[in-house]
Every structure is written in C-alpha cells, then in structure tokens.
C-alpha cells in the first residue's frame, strides 16, 4: 500500500522536499517492482495489485494536527471528504478477489484529486 500524501505534499508547506523523495522511492518500489511482478506472476496465475489511500478517517487524524486541520484537507479533495477505513477495506477486499481481472494495477482509494 502507498498513500496520496507522498504524491501531493498531504496540502503542507514544507514538505515538499520530503514528498519528492517518497515519491521517488514509490516509483521506484511500488510501480516499477508491482509492474515487474506483475508480469512475471501472472504466467502463474497471481495477480499484483497496489492499493493507494487517500486520507482516512482514524483516530489518528481525530486526536491531534492544528485546528480546522481536517476541513482544510477536505477541500482538496474531489469529493470533499475523508475516506472511512471500510472504503479501503472494501477496495482491497475487491483487489484480492476474482471480480478483480486485473494485474499491475494501482488503485487509488482517495476520493479524487
């Protein structure tokens, strides 16, 4: 699983730096090795698949950051919400069944960008 935040910076200042260097390594690592994988597995029948998260209501985010934290994340967001961790079960419950005839494929969870 990756999340959103590596790719868009989460919505904070200064963390851009940081999010150029976990998007590097996701690209390095999720992508590349879930696309070679992928690959190769499914001449055995298994499929690779990748989960991408968005934000997720948790108690995490529920316990601490700045006031109106939550608010000023869901206006960037398509769908003007946080995503239930239900929603990312359910994602990933698809991912792993047979409905799912794909393979290298990311999906992300994250209510739009």
């Given at each position: 699983?990756?999340?959103?935040?590596?790719?868009?910076?989460?919505?904070?200042?200064?963390?851009?730096?940081?999010?150029?260097?976990?998007?590097?390594?996701?690209?390095?690592t999720?992508?590349?090795?879930?696309?070679?994988?992928?690959?190769?597995?499914?001449?055995?029948?298994i499929r690779?698949?990748?989960?991408?998260?968005?934000?997720?209501?948790?108690?995490?985010?529920?316990?601490?950051?700045?006031?109106?934290?939550?608010?000023?994340?869901?206006?960037?967001?398509?769908?003007?919400?946080?995503?239930?961790?239900?929603?990312?079960?359910?994602?990933?419950?698809?991912?792993?069944?047979?409905?799912?005839?794909?393979?290298?494929?990311?999906?992300?969870?994250?209510?739009?960008?």
């Amino acid at each position: 699983m990756s999340g959103v935040m590596v790719i868009t910076g989460g919505g904070q200042s200064g963390v851009e730096a940081m999010s150029a260097a976990r998007l590097q390594r996701m690209f390095a690592t999720n992508l590349l090795g879930a696309f070679l994988c992928a690959r190769e597995a499914a001449e055995e029948g298994i499929r690779v698949n990748c989960a991408r998260p968005g934000l997720v209501h948790t108690d995490l985010h529920a316990s601490g950051g700045e006031p109106n934290r939550i608010e000023r994340l869901h206006a960037g967001i398509a769908m003007k919400r946080g995503g239930e961790p239900e929603e990312v079960a359910r994602a990933v419950l698809w991912l792993l069944s047979q409905e799912a005839s794909c393979t290298g494929a990311i999906l992300d969870v994250t209510g739009g960008r």
